[in-house]
Each structure stands twice: as C-alpha cells, then as structure tokens.
C-alpha cells in the first residue's frame, strides 16, 4: 500500500500547497484499485499528483494523495501501428527518449517535458503548431481505477474515450494509456527577432509559417522573438554543450531570473528591463530530434494564466492585453507567450471544435499578478476564451458548461465513474461542479 505519511506537498510554482492524510506510491493498476477502493470504503477523497506543474489547485488534497513515480514502464509497443501502451506515471522526458529508441516520437511537446504522461493529458497540455492538437488528442485507449477502485478499460474505438481523455483528474486515476506515436522526426528550429505589428497584421500566415510557430513578447518592446520548429531530414547540427549551457541555462534561466529579481525589487526599470530582454535575445538556428527541440529547462519560477480563443480574434485580442500593460500598477517581467493549436472533438479539451490561438501571461514569482491577470481574463471571456485546465483562472462551473457543448456528456461519465465524488477537490467542484454531492 505503500507508507502514508503527512507532510506538506506543493507544486512546481509553490503557489499551491496542500497536507495529504496519506501519500501513497502504488507499482501497478491493482495496487491502486485496493487503495482507491479502501478510500471509498472510508469515505476517504483521492487525488493524483503528477509532477506538480500546474498552477492551481488541481491536484491538492487533504485525503489520500497518489504518486504514480513507480508505474512509468512502456508496456508494450506496436511499431507497425505507431501505438505505445505506457503506464501513466512515466514522464514525457523519459518517455521520449524510450520512445526514441523505438524508432517512434510523440508529434508534439509544448516548452517543457517533465510532466506526467497522465498529468499533461488530463489537463490537454498543447504546444503550438496549427495542424497539431494537444496531448490527450494521441490518446488510443486508457485504463482507468474509477471512484470505487474498479479497473474500468477504455479500449480503442470506445466513444467514451473523447470524453475521458481530458478528465482534469475528475474521472479516476488514469493508470494506463495507450497512445498514437510517429516515426521519430527531427526538427530545423530557427528563431527570430520581429516586430510585434506585423506578426499580428497576418496571424494567419504566420500560424502557417512552420509546423510549430510561436513568439514571445515582452509589455513594452516592439519586436518579438519567434520561434518556428519545422520538420527536417536533413542531419542533426546541434550546439555544443558550452553553447547550449550559455543559451538555455545561463541566458534564459540565470540572467533572466537576475532581471526579474531587479524587476520585483524596482518595478519603474521594467520598461529598461523590457528593452534589455528584447534586445538580448538571439537568433538561433539548429536542427534536432524533435523531443530535445520541444523542450527547455524553466528553472525561473512564474505563475502563469493561459487562454484559447477562436484564432481568427487573436490580433485584437492581443492588442487589448497590450494596451492593459501600460497601464499596470505593477509591471509584468514575464514575456507574453502567443501559440495555436488544432480543433479535436474531446469533450472537456480547450480545442473542441476550433483552431485556438493561444495567449499565455506570465508573472515573476512573488511580484503582483492579480490585477493584470483579471484584466487579461476579461479579455479573453469576451472571446469565448477557454482556460487552460493546468493554468491560473477565475472561473467557475457555471460559466465553463457555456464554453464545451459536450459538458452534460461528460458530467454524465462523471457520474457514472465516480457516483460518490471520490475524486473531488475544492478546484474541482469550482470548475466542473458537484453533480452528486454527499
Ligand atoms: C514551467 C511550466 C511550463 C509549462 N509549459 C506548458 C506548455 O508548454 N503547454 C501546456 O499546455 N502546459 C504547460 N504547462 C502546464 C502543465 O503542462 C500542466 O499543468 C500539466 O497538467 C502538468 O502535468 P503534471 O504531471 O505536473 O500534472 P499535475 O499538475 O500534477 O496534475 C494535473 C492534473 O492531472 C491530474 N492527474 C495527474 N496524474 C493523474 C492520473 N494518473 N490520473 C488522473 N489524474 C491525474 C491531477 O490530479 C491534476 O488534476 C507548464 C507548466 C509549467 C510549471
């Protein structure tokens, strides 16, 4: 059963913190049964932690708290098909990597790669790229412990799969999944310095301009830095490691982290800041296996809000966030994060049903971020904005059901998979409500 103990459990961005009554690491789909199941039997509440790397609630519990660190084993692996059968725990770093080995690659990441294979799907964690959708889209089929310790199979072709694919940890613990790789793929990744207006002038063809394009903003520049990830089969011209330490570490981690503690500590800079941060950034040019591409070390802490509005209203959309960032009482040091992604038919994924561009705000840990996110956020409502599931947001039930028109589907599984509300949660029954509450 593993040892419960208690102690204070927090997550990457040390925003959310929580004591579990018992910490448990089961090794196998049965040992989280009996432990899902004695929690039900003692009206006990269970929650899943993964790598702790989204910004709410999500995963905070005073029940019974479950780490799945020892069920990350490939299961097995149909390379004709492209399908991987991987217990849930496993992170997508290592994954990756074995995936490689096979010859096979998820077809794409968003920045970073340490989350939970279950963690990243049930909060539909996407990178960018316009013809790709997020993480649960990959998913084939799922093995699932439901709130009374059942093991229920979601196996390929069941149509209840496009519902519990994206759960938010709401549906039961997802243990097992199988998912649709590619061949393994290498990408020409190129990075550019460009101006804030004319990226927004033709939103369109710069979500057509590679496989993966994004850029970042820093409030208060006029350029922008864009990075376009396209497919390649040309050979791999990495950095060298000195390279690659100065660029990824000591510049986007080391002297950015610096920058934002001089930010926090005398805001009135952050227009010298925003300069310094635009300015710094270089225009990098390599070619890489996909994974190693997708993903970078985020070792500078930030609390983060991120929404998906129908691409077509990005321009103003962005345009309006820029106007309320000179207006802050207190600056952002973060740069603003623009990405798309594609439509899906997954019942609670922020793509159901459309091309979403993406906005994501950041915030310096420890420096003011309320005002500025609420000022986004409404922004983004206007637009029929979806939040991401893993991010910072002010909404509730009540306003989401309005957002996905399969809502009453899934709460319907909901209820159907966990009667007793086992896996409820204060941000749970805030965002998806408390259909049979006890
Ligand atoms: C530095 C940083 C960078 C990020 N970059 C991106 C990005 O590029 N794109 C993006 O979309 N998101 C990004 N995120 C958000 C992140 O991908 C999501 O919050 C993701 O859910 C985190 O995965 P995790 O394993 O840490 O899950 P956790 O945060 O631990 O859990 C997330 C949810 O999944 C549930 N859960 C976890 N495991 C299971 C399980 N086995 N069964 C059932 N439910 C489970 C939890 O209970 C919780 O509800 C980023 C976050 C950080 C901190």
Same mark, same amino acid.
């Given at each position: 059963?593993?040892?419960?103990?208690?102690?204070?459990?927090?997550?990457w961005?040390?925003?959310?913190?929580?004591?579990?009554?018992? *910490?448990?690491?089961?090794?196998?789909?049965?040992?989280?049964?009996?432990?899902?199941?004695?929690?039900?039997?003692?009206?006990?509440?269970?929650?899943?932690i993964g790598a702790g790397h989204s910004?709410?609630?999500?995963?905070?519990?005073?029940?019974?708290?479950?780490r799945l660190d020892n069920m990350t084993q490939i299961?097995?692996?149909?390379?004709?098909?492209?399908?991987v059968?991987v217990q849930a725990g496993a992170t997508l770093h290592d994954f990756c990597r074995e995936l490689h080995n096979y010859?096979l690659a998820l077809p794409n990441l968003g920045d970073i790669d340490v989350q939970s294979i279950a963690g990243a799907i049930s909060t539909?964690t996407h990178g960018?790229?316009?013809?790709?959708?997020?993480l649960?889209?990959n998913?084939?089929?799922?093995?699932?412990?439901?709130?009374?310790?059942?093991?229920?199979?979601?196996?390929?072709?069941?149509?209840?799969?496009?519902?519990?694919?994206?759960?938010?940890?709401?549906?039961?613990?997802?243990?097992?999944v199988?998912l649709?790789c590619?061949?393994s793929f290498?990408l020409?990744?190129?990075?550019?310095?460009?101006?804030?207006?004319?990226?927004?002038?033709?939103?369109?063809?710069?979500?057509?301009?590679?496989?993966?394009?994004?850029?970042?903003?820093?409030?208060?520049?006029?350029? &922008?830095?864009?990075?376009?990830?396209?497919?390649?089969?040309?050979?791999?011209?990495r950095?060298?490691?000195?390279?690659y330490?100065?660029?990824k570490y000591?510049?986007e981690n080391?002297?950015?982290?610096?920058?934002?503690?001089?930010?926090?500590?005398?805001?009135?800079?952050?227009?010298?800041?925003?300069?310094?941060?635009?300015?710094?950034?270089?225009?990098?040019?390599?070619?890489d296996d996909s994974f190693r591409v997708f993903a970078s070390p985020r070792l500078?802490?930030?609390?983060?809000?991120?929404?998906?509005?129908?691409?077509? &209203?990005?321009?103003?959309? *962005?345009?309006?966030?820029?106007?309320?960032?000179?207006?802050?009482?207190?600056?952002?040091?973060?740069?603003?994060?623009?990405?798309?992604?594609?439509?899906?038919?997954?019942?609670?994924?922020?793509?159901?049903?459309?091309?979403?561009?993406?906005?994501?705000?950041?915030?310096? *840990?420890?420096?003011?971020?309320?005002?500025?996110?609420?000022?986004?956020?409404?922004?983004?409502?206007?637009?029929?904005?979806?939040?991401?599931?893993g991010?910072?947001?002010?909404?509730?039930?009540?306003?989401?059901?309005?957002?996905?028109?399969?809502?009453?589907?899934?709460?319907?599984?909901?209820?159907?998979?966990?009667?007793?509300?086992?896996?409820?949660?204060?941000? *749970?029954?805030?965002?998806?409500?408390?259909?049979?509450?006890?």
């Amino acid at each position: 059963m593993g040892n419960p103990r208690s102690s204070v459990v927090s997550n990457w961005a040390r925003n959310q913190r929580c004591v579990p009554d018992a *910490v448990h690491q089961p090794a196998s789909t049965n040992e989280v049964a009996r432990i899902v199941r004695q929690a039900h039997e003692t009206g006990q509440r269970v929650k899943v932690i993964g790598a702790g790397h989204s910004f709410t609630a999500t995963a905070m519990t005073d029940g019974v708290m479950l780490r799945l660190d020892n069920m990350t084993q490939i299961l097995s692996v149909d390379r004709e098909a492209g399908q991987v059968h991987v217990q849930a725990g496993a992170t997508l770093h290592d994954f990756c990597r074995e995936l490689h080995n096979y010859g096979l690659a998820l077809p794409n990441l968003g920045d970073i790669d340490v989350q939970s294979i279950a963690g990243a799907i049930s909060t539909a964690t996407h990178g960018t790229g316009s013809g790709l959708g997020n993480l649960a889209t990959n998913v084939v089929a799922m093995t699932l412990v439901n709130g009374k310790g059942e093991i229920v199979e979601l196996n390929e072709g069941d149509p209840r799969i496009s519902m519990a694919a994206v759960g938010v940890g709401a549906l039961g613990v997802v243990c097992e999944v199988v998912l649709q790789c590619v061949p393994s793929f290498r990408l020409h990744a190129y990075e550019t310095i460009e101006y804030l207006d004319d990226l927004l002038d033709d939103i369109p063809s710069f979500a057509e301009s590679a496989d993966h394009a994004e850029f970042f903003w820093m409030p208060g520049a006029r350029r &922008c830095q864009v990075k376009r990830n396209q497919r390649t089969t040309e050979d791999i011209q990495r950095p060298g490691k000195v390279a690659y330490f100065r660029d990824k570490y000591v510049a986007e981690n080391l002297a950015f982290g610096t920058v934002c503690r001089v930010g926090r500590r005398w805001p009135s800079l952050a227009p010298r800041i925003a300069k310094l941060v635009s300015s710094s950034v270089s225009e990098r040019d390599l070619i890489d296996d996909s994974f190693r591409v997708f993903a970078s070390p985020r070792l500078v802490r930030f609390v983060e809000m991120e929404y998906g509005i129908p691409l077509e &209203c990005l321009p103003e959309a *962005v345009q309006r966030v820029r106007e309320v960032t000179k207006h802050l009482s207190f600056p952002s040091l973060f740069p603003i994060e623009v990405r798309v992604s594609a439509a899906d038919d997954i019942a609670l994924s922020t793509g159901f049903g459309r091309l979403n561009g993406w906005v994501a705000v950041h915030q310096y *840990v420890g420096a003011p971020y309320e005002s500025y996110f609420q000022q986004v956020a409404d922004i983004m409502d206007s637009y029929g904005g979806r939040p991401h599931w893993g991010k910072m947001h002010y909404l509730n039930a009540a306003q989401l059901c309005e957002r996905y028109p399969r809502w009453g589907e899934f709460q319907e599984l909901r209820v159907a998979l966990d009667p007793d509300g086992t896996f409820r949660n204060e941000y *749970v029954d805030r965002v998806l409500g408390v259909p049979n509450a006890k």
